[in-house]
């Protein structure tokens, strides 16, 4: 069946790179996303990957996809305390024309000053 | 400004009661979605809706009820049925369901209380 998996915690000092991971089981997936969401609000879409892409690039944002491994990965250059929030990561299957995304369950990530 | 707007920003249901949580979006949408999102876990697909006047039920539909009579509006009922409703109300958008243009776009969330 469907599953995303990512690491529950994350902590980085202020200033280093942050890394969150993500595992997905479908290989039929065309889209991956990385939302994130602050403390009692909505998630923000940060940037998606379409499924024939290995990397995209977006300011301090950059997303890997190992298709081979099913394996997402975010990074967060320069990590500021603003980015201490939870970070979902998504998956979607245009190609069979459904609109359901798969949530993992959300790495909560700790900058520390 | 485009986007999607929920209200209220809390709400608070008694025993036996149906409560409605609300779901506007302007980006001119053909879908909308509403996840519930509980302490510690990922989101969960509620109802979800592909076109005016037509629904489907989600994951975790029991419980629930929802209409969508107008293209912009997207309204929750969770009913009495619901034992367990203390969570986090997301509803959410995408420009159509699946096909490619399904990046979903997400309202600010209600959360709702039991008294």
């Known amino acids: 069946g469907e599953d995303v998996e990512q690491s529950l915690f994350l902590s980085v000092r202020e200033g280093d790179s942050s890394v969150i991971n993500c595992t997905y089981t479908?290989?039929?997936?065309?889209?991956l996303y990385w939302y994130k969401q602050e403390p009692g609000a909505g998630l923000q879409l940060l940037t998606y990957?379409?499924?024939?892409?290995d990397m995209k690039q977006d300011q301090r944002l950059t997303v890997l996809l190992n298709k081979k491994d099913k394996h997402l990965s975010l990074r967060i250059a320069d990590t500021q305390t603003g980015d201490s929030a939870i970070y979902f990561c998504?998956?979607?299957?245009?190609?069979?024309?459904?609109?359901?995304?798969?949530f993992g369950q959300g790495t909560t990530l700790q900058v520390k000053p | 400004d485009g986007g999607i707007t929920q209200s209220p920003k809390y709400l608070f249901r008694k025993e036996g009661q149906n409560v409605t949580l609300s779901c506007e979006q302007n980006?001119?949408?053909?879908?909308m979605y509403w996840y519930r999102q509980d302490p510690g876990q990922g989101l969960r697909l509620i109802y979800y809706?592909?076109?005016?006047?037509?629904?489907q039920k989600g994951d975790i539909a029991e419980g629930y009820s929802v209409s969508r009579e107008k293209k912009e509006s997207f309204p929750l009922t969770v009913t009495s049925a619901q034992k367990n409703p203390t969570a986090f109300y997301l509803c959410?958008?995408?420009?159509?369901?699946?096909?490619?243009?399904?990046?979903?776009?997400f309202g600010p969330g209600t959360r709702l209380l039991v008294l």
């Open positions: 479908d290989s039929s997936s065309t889209y």
């Open positions: 980006l001119n949408h053909d879908a």
């Open positions: 809706s592909q076109i005016v006047n037509d629904f």
């Open positions: 990957i379409f499924s024939n892409m």
């Open positions: 998504a998956e979607s299957h245009g190609s069979s024309n459904t609109g359901k995304l798969i």
């Open positions: 959410a958008s995408s420009i159509s369901y699946g096909g490619g243009r399904e990046t979903q776009y």
